[in-house]
């Protein structure tokens, strides 16, 4: 299977500056998914659509996740004009996009986001993606960064949106958040977070909204984390 066949060109209408540009896609049915990491990290083999799916403008700058590109209020466009457009540097990416590519769209819709003040699970949404990024590069450090600021705009907007926000309801919000408090090494929270999933897992009017498998990941990483737990208290108790 050639590059060729499995990207193609799409025309997109920026709706900042409303000039088009054309960017690669990844054709949906030659995608192909081998499974997910235990932060719901999608894994592909071959061409990995997460690298296409950060948008940016290369003529003002604007960039977004490719579901909501156009989604933008006429505020948040004079921000990206008033802020972003100035400064940028007129840039193009080639069709088939590199990791250091895919990597730099998701900064500059970080970017976007931060001039736009957009809701906590976006903003986490994107760190979430940026975190992926360094794990696909191999940079444990700078994914701990990025991973730790999602875990805080998660809790965010656990408590500050009415969820489901997209595809982010409540039930994979509480677990993303003890998934990624166990990465950072906050084992306690992430026992309590995955017990309060675990919690509501059983109660009858909740057992067709938590899917079965949230709940036994929830329950394989409870065990997981009060293993690092005690491994923690172990070490320091040398």
Known sequence: MSELEVLY?????????????????????????????????????GENPLYYDAIVCPYCGFANIG????????????????????????????????????????????????????????????CM???WMYRFKGDSV??????????QYYQDAFSKENLPVGKLDEFSCMYLIGELARRIGHYQESITWFGKLISKSVIPANKDKIPNNIVE??????????????????????
């Open 67 to 126: 579901t909501s590109f156009e989604r933008i209020t006429r505020r948040e466009k004079t921000a990206v004009k008033d802020i972003i457009t100035p400064k940028w540097m007129p840039r193009d990416y080639e069709i088939a996009r590199t990791l250091d590519q895919a990597t730099e769209a998701y900064k500059i819709v970080l970017l976007n986001y931060q001039v736009r003040h957009v809701p906590a699970s976006d903003m986490a949404k994107i």
């Open 9 to 45: 060109r799409e025309k997109v209408d920026c709706p900042v500056c409303e000039l088009d540009f054309e960017m690669g896609k990844v054709r949906t049915k030659m995608v192909r998914y081998s499974g997910q990491d235990t932060d719901l990290c999608p894994i592909y083999e």
């Open 129 to 131: 993606r940026l975190g």
């Open 142 to 151: 700078t994914e701990f960064k990025y991973m730790e600021r999602a875990y």
């Open 217 to 238: 990941m929830a329950r394989d990483q409870t065990t997981l984390a009060k293993k690092e737990l005690l491994a923690e208290s172990n070490k320091h108790q040398e």
